[in-house]
Each structure stands twice: as C-alpha cells, then as structure tokens.
C-alpha cells in the first residue's frame, strides 16, 4: 500500500522513515513543493517519492495529514479525497502547549466537515515524534511491552486498515471508538494525548 504523507515536518519525516523501514512505499507532499523534498526522498531511496499535496491525495491509496490543524481547511480539493483513506495526525492548539476549544466538538469533527467524502480516521497524533522514531523496533517495546496507537473513526473498514499499518511499525493498535468521542480522547487536552501507554495499560484504560 503505497502511503501518502503531507507535512514533512519532523513527525511527518519519522513517520516517512519507519514505514520504508516496514516496507511500505510513501508518498511525500508539502507546501513548498516536491522540489523540496529531493534530499529525504534521496535517503528513503526507491520506496520514497514526492508529488505536490492534490497530487499525492490523487494518488495515494491512504493519505496522512501531518499539517499544523490551521492548514488543514482548503489544503485540498474535498473531490480529491472521495472513498480516501484519510489519517487525521493533526494537533489543534490555540498557543504553546494549550489545547484549543472547540465548545464540545472534536478537532476531527471539523476535519470530517472539511472533507465530508473522505474515509477518516483519527489516529498517529497521540506520540512524540522522538519516541515515535525508536519505540517500535525497541526490543523492550516487543511483545506485551508494545506502546499502543490509536484509532478512531466511524468506517470499521477504514480503522483495520490503520490498525494493520500500526501493527507493522511494531505498535499495538488500540481502537479508542467513534470519530467523535474516540478523536477527543486522543486530541490536546484529551487523556491519552502524549501519554505513552503498553497495549494492556491502553486496554485497560479503554474499560475502565
């Protein structure tokens, strides 16, 4: 499956990196332009290519939005993301650190608004990029010890197909429910934003 990343940023790069590790191909988008991303895609190597944001939404079988949450409204053509499998990665904040308020709604439910044809899924935005870089092929993360990734969305089809991308990065895939409740969880000022849980520490969460 060939993953579209737009924002390349430095969790956008780690996220590009472990997926070739995992032998997954990425497309890699930004603002600036695929002129600018000749240097990641040279050290990806033949699994990488960079295409400019449309382009890779046009041509990526799942795309992930890595873009700070005030980019995401226009970035693109709602048409070019119908029946996609669209990742919502992004963090809402309204100042260094403080979450925004959305007055009971989820910052995922915008999203979903934005591009109402789009198969959306909330999920790899809960982990610090330098844990996300190392955390899957840690060998005291195996096993039991595997931290948990999210995923919330109201398309169960849509949810699995994260949840086995999460599975080969070596994370445990933990469905927190529905794109409206499940996406506050994970959100800034939600509990499991930048909280590093195991799998039963997730689970356990989750039923309590």
């Known amino acids: ?21 995992a032998g997954h191909e990425v497309l890699l988008a930004n603002a600036r332009g695929p002129q600018t991303l000749g240097p990641l895609v040279a050290e990806l190597g033949p699994a990488a290519s960079a295409a400019h944001p449309a382009e890779a939404a046009g041509q990526a079988e799942l795309l992930v939005l890595m873009v700070p949450f005030d980019s995401v409204r226009g970035l693109l053509p709602p048409e070019s993301v119908r029946d996609t499998l669209l990742v919502d990665a992004t963090n809402a904040f309204s100042g260094p650190g403080a979450p925004r308020d959305f007055g009971g709604r989820g910052s995922s439910d915008l999203v979903a608004a934005w591009y109402p044809q789009a198969r959306l899924v909330k999920s790899l935005n809960t982990m610090h990029f330098e844990t996300l870089a190392v955390a899957g092929t840690a060998p005291d993360r195996a096993g039991p010890n595997r931290l948990a990734h999210f995923v919330a969305g109201d398309d169960t089809k849509a949810k699995e197909i994260v949840a086995g991308i999460i599975t080969d990065l070596g994370f445990a895939p933990v469905d927190t429910g529905p794109l409206h409740s499940g996406g506050i969880l994970q959100q800034p000022g939600g509990p499991l934003f930048n909280r590093p849980l195991t799998e039963a520490q997730a689970l356990a969460w989750i039923s309590h």
């Open 1 to 21: 499956m060939q993953t579209g990343i737009i924002g390349t940023g430095r969790i956008g790069t780690v996220l590009a990196r472990i997926l070739v590790a």
